[in-house]
């Protein structure tokens, strides 16, 4: 197996990521799936889905406070970082795209700004009444123990994040498919592939006739879809991989 993309030797290429939670786990945020994962110790539908904010706004916001206040306490890692230099030196736009389904602000805080976060940020804010101004989400490090009500309206305040059952925002979505659907290399890191659309991504790109790479410490569920599996811990291999 090749420990590195050979990068440097296609002047043209262009690369798009896909992170997820394995990414962030070596800096102690916890994933959702693995042993131990947030999926064990939550409620996924008591604490992230419309329903479950309908019925307790507060402990829904809980729950985000404690994701807050979990990644306040984190680092980027090795992975991140290796990422944001990628970002740096290729320093063309159409060239290299993240896309991570991660909320926890470690890619931006690791220096990536070409970032589109599918799921959100769980640093942001909006009222859930779209017609109020305040519905553009605004940043809030805030850690609430009650639902917060907004300034101007009244409404509930939620965090910007995409819930079970939600779509994803349609202009981030659309940018993320369209990048997907141009590259020459598609690489998926710390994701397992279980949650849509992001787990289609890898077909997209493989129908457009890109090789397909996947750095998981596990087999994901559609590990099928990848030319190469590099297994292991994404802090260590993604620094080889993207070596230029
Ligand atoms: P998961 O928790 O489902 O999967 C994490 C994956 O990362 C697993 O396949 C692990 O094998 C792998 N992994 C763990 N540690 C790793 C490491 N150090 N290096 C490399 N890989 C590692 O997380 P996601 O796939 O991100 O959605 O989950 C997708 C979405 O489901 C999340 O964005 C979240 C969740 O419900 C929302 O909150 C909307
Ligand atoms: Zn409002």
Redesign the pocket.
């Known amino acids: 197996m090749r420990s590195d993309l050979g990068l440097g030797l296609l002047p043209s290429f262009r690369l798009v990521v896909l992170t ?4 962030s ?2 800096s102690g945020i916890p ?4 042993a131990g ?1 947030l ?1 064990e110790r939550f409620d ?1 539908r008591q604490v ?1 889905t419309p329903e479950g904010f309908q019925k307790d706004p507060s402990l829904v916001w809980r729950f985000h406070s404690e994701m807050r206040r979990y990644a306040q306490k984190c680092a980027p890692n090795a ?1 991140h970082i290796a990422l944001a230099d990628l970002e740096r030196d290729l320093g063309d736009e159409d060239r290299f795209t993240l896309i991570t ?3 926890d602000d470690l890619h931006r805080r690791a220096g990536s700004r070409r970032l589109l976060e599918v ?1 959100g940020n769980v640093f942001r804010t909006r009222c859930t009444d779209s017609t109020c101004p305040k519905s553009t989400a605004f940043r809030d490090e805030a850690l609430y123990e009650e639902a917060p009500r907004c300034p101007l309206c009244g409404s509930l305040m939620r965090p910007d ?4 059952g939600e779509y994803l925002d349609p202009i981030i979505e659309t940018k993320a498919r369209r990048a997907v659907m141009n590259c020459d290399i598609f690489m998926a ?7 849509w659309p ?1 787990a289609g991504y890898v077909e997209i790109a493989r129908a457009a006739g890109a090789r397909t790479v996947i ?4 087999p ?1 569920e559609n590990l099928r879809a990848f030319d190469e599996f590099h297994q ?4 260590q291999i993604l620094p080889l991989l993207l070596k230029r």
């Open positions: 997820g939670a394995g990414i786990q070596e994933t959702f799936r693995d994962g999926w996924m992230a992975g389904q991660n909320v799921h994040v995409v819930w079970f890191v710390g994701t397992s592939g279980a949650v992001a750095v998981n410490l596990d994901p292991g811990k994404a802090s």
